[in-house]
Structures are given as C-alpha cells and as structure tokens.
C-alpha cells in the first residue's frame, strides 16, 4: 500500500471555508432533493396483496399479517442466504451490520424483518454468528417472486390498510446502499417520518420535528 494519494490544492482558511460553502449549498440542494423524491413515494399507488404466504419464526408458522408485530408498516429485506449456504452474500451482511436499533422504527409504527430461503435454524445460527437483532424468518412459497425478488436480494414496503395488505414500495441493487438510519428507512414507507415539516398526504399523522426521539430504552416511558 502506498502512502501517496492524489494531493488537492492546499489553500489559506478563508479559502477553505469558501469553498465548504460552495459545497455545503450543493449538499442542501441533495438533501432538499431527497425530501422531494421521499414526498414522491408517500404518494405512490399501493398493490393489494391477494393471496396468503407462510413463514416460519421462531414462534412457529407465521402469515404476513403476522410480521407486521402489530404495528401500520412493514418493512421487508429479502436476505441471500441460501439453504446450506456455504458462502453467505457479503453485501447482504453489510446490510445487516447497519440495520438501525428498531425501538425508532417501532415509534413510528413501523416492524422491519429480514426473510430468507434458507432454513430457519440455518437463519438462526447465521444470525447468532453475525450478532444480529433483527426479527428474521424463512419464506416457504413464492413471497419473493411474487415482489420482484426471485433471486438475489431487495427490500419491499408493506401496509396495512382496512383490513388489507398493500405493497406501497420495492427498490433493489444500490437502491440499498442508502439504508442504515431510521430515518433512511421510514423515507421508503408511505408514512414517511410522521413529522410536521414534511409534504405528505392529507391523514398521515405528524408531530413536530424530532419531538418523537428517545434513547432507545426511553420509548417506554
């Protein structure tokens, strides 16, 4: 490894902090982007989901009503771990390692689960061995197929709705490389972040801006 890289120009402060401002409006500009695109999804058409699927939790058998843990969303990550799975996806593993403490999903009434094909003592001991948290079970039929994800990996936004079941989002590939933070995460739900400040559809419930944080043994109380 060499100890060279590429040396920028090397200017007084003044200069430096011009050239941060420079930058930080061409951040503000991404960030304000962002709020727009995630304005965007709230808004998208939800697909009814029409059939029963199975999977199996520690608990035992479970329905897709069931991963919801009671709560209004739910977010699913299809994970690549295979039956006998000799060399687990390292991408996949970057995901869980930067899976958010899910007491902030959970005020926002939002469950997030992890499914796989492999089987679930096989999830389990995988589990264990990276130190996860995360709620993970197997899928048993065509749940992947069904939401775009045959093979490989992706990430599907449920809500429940009236009595029903509708899949309001579905990214894949680098439309993952953003996750890590609830707040990053409830950007891709149809209720979004739930504060004030935001542009989301007329019954979506909002307080103010950050009023909502705890410590994450603090939501109790």
Same mark, same amino acid.
């Given at each position: 490894? %060499?100890?060279?890289?590429?040396?920028?120009?090397?200017?007084?402060?003044?200069?430096?902090?011009?050239?941060? #401002?420079?930058?930080?409006?061409? #951040?503000?500009?991404? %960030?304000?982007?962002?709020?727009?695109?995630?304005?965007?999804?709230?808004?998208?058409?939800?697909?009814? &989901? *029409?059939?029963?699927?199975?999977?199996?939790?520690?608990?035992?058998?479970?329905?897709?009503?069931?991963?919801?843990?009671?709560?209004?969303?739910?977010?699913?990550?299809?994970?690549?771990?295979?039956?006998?799975?000799?060399?687990?996806?390292?991408?996949?593993?970057?995901?869980?390692?930067?899976?958010?403490?899910?007491?902030?999903?959970?005020?926002?009434?939002?469950?997030? &689960?992890?499914?796989?094909?492999?089987?679930?003592?096989?999830?389990? !001991?995988?589990? !264990?061995?990276?130190?996860?948290?995360?709620?993970? &079970?197997? %899928?048993?039929?065509?749940?992947?197929?069904?939401?775009?994800?045959?093979?490989?990996?992706?990430?599907?936004?449920?809500?429940?709705?009236?009595?029903?079941?509708?899949?309001?989002?579905?990214?894949?590939?680098?439309? &993952?490389?953003?996750?890590?933070?609830?707040?990053?995460?409830?950007?891709? %739900?149809?209720?979004?972040?739930? *504060?004030?400040?935001?542009? !989301?559809?007329?019954?979506?419930?909002?307080?103010?801006?950050?009023?909502?944080?705890?410590?994450?043994?603090?939501?109790?109380?």
């Amino acid at each position: 490894m %060499t100890d060279h890289i590429p040396h920028q120009q090397t200017v007084t402060r003044d200069d430096w902090i011009a050239a941060r #401002e420079a930058l930080l409006a061409k #951040e503000k500009e991404l %960030t304000r982007a962002l709020d727009r695109l995630a304005a965007l999804r709230r808004r998208m058409p939800w697909q009814q &989901v *029409e059939r029963e699927y199975a999977f199996v939790r520690p608990a035992g058998k479970a329905k897709l009503e069931d991963l919801f843990e009671g709560r209004r969303q739910l977010i699913v990550y299809h994970h690549m771990l295979k039956p006998d799975d000799p060399h687990p996806c390292a991408g996949c593993g970057m995901v869980g390692d930067q899976m958010p403490h899910l007491a902030h999903l959970h005020a926002r009434n939002t469950s997030l &689960v992890f499914v796989s094909r492999a089987p679930l003592d096989q999830i389990k !001991a995988f589990k !264990a061995r990276m130190g996860w948290q995360m709620p993970w &079970v197997e %899928t048993t039929d065509d749940f992947g197929a069904d939401f775009d994800v045959p093979k490989y990996f992706g990430l599907n936004v449920f809500i429940r709705d009236g009595g029903g079941i509708f899949r309001t989002y579905f990214t894949k590939g680098r439309g &993952v490389e953003t996750l890590g933070t609830a707040w990053a995460l409830l950007d891709l %739900t149809p209720m979004g972040r739930q *504060e004030a400040w935001e542009d !989301a559809p007329e019954g979506i419930p909002q307080s103010k801006a950050h009023q909502w944080l705890r410590l994450h043994d603090e939501y109790d109380t």
